[in-house]
C-alpha cells in the first residue's frame, strides 16, 4: 500500500513563509493527482490545492490563492505546498492527499491521506 508522508510545518508569525513536503512511498500511476487539505480545531477538512501528475495543471482554494503555490517532483515522488504571507486563519493541521485523474475539491474524492503536519502561525 502506498504511504503519504508530510513534513515541514511549524510555529512560525504572520507574513512569514513554509514550505511542506509530501512523499509518496513509491510511484503509482494510478493516484496522479495529489492534492493538499488542511483542517482547523472545530472545523471541516478544507480543500487548499491540487496538481495532476499527468499534466502539472494546479487548481487552488480561494482562501490561499496568489499566497500558496503546489507543485512536483516527480523523480523523487514528492509534492510541495510553498506558503507565503501566511495569516493567523492558515492555523491548521495540513494533509497530503491523492486520488486517480482528476482534480477534486472534496475530501470524500480523495483515497490515501497522510498523517498530517501542524502549521501555527501567530499574529
Known amino acids: 500500500q502506498v504511504q503519504l508522508v508530510e513534513s515541514g510545518g511549524g510555529l512560525v508569525q504572520a507574513g512569514d513563509s513554509l514550505r511542506l513536503s509530501c512523499v509518496k512511498s513509491?510511484?503509482?500511476?494510478?493516484?496522479?493527482?495529489r492534492a493538499w487539505f488542511r483542517q482547523a480545531p472545530g472545523k471541516e477538512r478544507e480543500f487548499v490545492a491540487a496538481i495532476s501528475e499527468r499534466t502539472d495543471t494546479t487548481f487552488y482554494g480561494d482562501a490561499v490563492k496568489g499566497r500558496f503555490t503546489i507543485s512536483r517532483d516527480l523523480d523523487k515522488n514528492t509534492v510541495f505546498l510553498q506558503m507565503n504571507t501566511l495569516k493567523p486563519e492558515d492555523t491548521a493541521i495540513y494533509y497530503c492527499?491523492?486520488?486517480?485523474?482528476?482534480?477534486?475539491?472534496?475530501?470524500?474524492?480523495?483515497?490515501?491521506w497522510g498523517q498530517g503536519t501542524q502549521v501555527t502561525v501567530s499574529p
Open positions: 492527499t491523492m486520488r486517480g485523474p482528476g482534480i477534486s475539491t472534496s475530501s470524500l474524492d480523495y483515497t490515501f
Open positions: 513509491a510511484r503509482n500511476d494510478d493516484f496522479s493527482t
